[in-house]
């Protein structure tokens, strides 16, 4: 299986829930990347954060980190229909492979 | 340039041509990637290419693949002999430095094997 396995792979919100993803990955890794693709086009960042760093805010995303579970987790609070699209997280492993390592994703629909 | 720039968007070919997939990376960056995405699944690495240092081809699925990186900047994706499974988009990114830092990706280029 991959490094990097989101889930769910699929979540329908109504527009005003949050929506969690969740992201486990299996080597060690000096951060961890979460990334946004619309209509399977390019993706686009969204927030990093390290492996010494637990938890991280940026706008209504909230990540966290447990290295000890290898484990990651997406919050988007007060979804928007405009938050409708799949997720990714990326993994940059702490050896082997210089490149980032994605997961499979998780498509989010938010219904308005 | 302002962002990652791939050609072409979309491109249907036949089985058994050879193809060139084109990208220009953000000015200034050392670090370029090529990756796979196949309808509705996640991205399978090709390769990376990292200043002047050996590229990590380790991705590359066959030796059908092939890619290069000319001056430290522009980089094509060659597929020869293409086949149906080669189906998918082909997403080039670049950073600033190795990874570790932010990736930024182009738009992708649509290939449709028929």
């Known amino acids: 299986s991959q490094q990097g396995e989101e889930d769910p792979q699929a979540l329908s919100i109504q527009e005003g829930e949050n929506a969690t993803m969740n992201c486990s990955y299996k080597?060690?890794?000096?951060?961890l990347q979460w990334y946004r693709q619309n209509s399977g086009r390019g993706l686009v960042h969204l927030i990093l954060?390290?492996?010494?760093?637990r938890e991280k805010h940026s706008g209504r995303l909230r990540v966290t980190l447990d290295t000890s579970k290898k484990s990651s987790s997406l919050l988007i609070t007060a979804s928007r229909a405009a938050d409708t699209a799949s997720y990714f997280c990326?993994?940059?492993?702490?050896?082997?492979?210089?490149?980032?390592?994605f997961g499979s994703g998780t498509r989010l629909q938010v219904q308005p | 340039g302002a962002g990652v720039s791939q050609s072409p968007s979309n491109k249907v070919t036949e089985k058994g041509k050879d193809v060139e997939l084109r990208c220009d990376p953000i000015?200034?960056?050392?670090?370029l990637y090529w990756y796979r995405q196949s309808l509705g699944q996640g991205l399978e690495f090709l390769i990376y290419?990292?200043?002047?240092?050996?590229?990590?081809k380790s991705g590359l699925p066959s030796d059908r693949f092939s890619a290069e990186r000319t001056g430290g900047s522009v980089s094509t994706l060659t597929i020869q002999r293409t086949q149906q499974e080669d189906s998918a988009v082909y997403l080039c990114?670049?950073?600033?430095?190795?990874?570790?830092?932010?990736?930024?990706f182009g738009e992708g280029s649509w290939l449709t094997v028929v």
């Open positions: 990114a670049s950073s600033r430095t190795r990874a570790g830092n932010t990736i930024y």
């Open positions: 080597t060690s890794i000096n951060n």
């Open positions: 954060i390290r492996s010494n760093e």
């Open positions: 990326a993994t940059d492993q702490d050896t082997g492979r210089r490149a980032l390592t």
């Open positions: 000015s200034g960056h050392t670090a």
């Open positions: 290419f990292q200043g002047n240092s050996a590229p990590d």
